[in-house]
């Protein structure tokens, strides 16, 4: 199994891409909210803080994205959610 995206914090100051544009900065709840939105696309966008060696895309920062799963009933994890939950 990969590990999982980079973690996040309210202090973070996060950048993104837009439309081939780099923005920023943000905090990571703006980043959700931009992501909500569909402002920030989860394939084309990429993320960057500082202490990441590079820009990766923002599938895979945990938390970004809210996925609803079939598989979810009476308000239980998805099968994203379970796995990508801190242990």
């Known amino acids: 199994m990969s590990e999982p995206g980079p973690k996040q914090s309210e202090q973070d100051q996060w950048y993104f891409t837009y439309r081939s544009k780099q923005k920023g900065?943000?905090?990571f709840k703006q980043l959700v909210n931009l992501a909500q939105s569909g402002k920030l696309d989860r394939l084309n966008c990429k993320v960057w803080k500082e202490g990441m060696a590079e820009w990766e895309p923002a599938y895979s920062v945990s938390g970004l994205f809210v996925t609803v799963s079939p598989y979810t009933r009476g308000g239980?994890?998805?099968v994203i959610e379970y796995f990508?939950?801190?242990q």
């Open 25 to 27: 900065p943000a905090t």
């Open 76 to 78: 239980g994890l998805s």
């Open 84 to 86: 990508s939950r801190p």
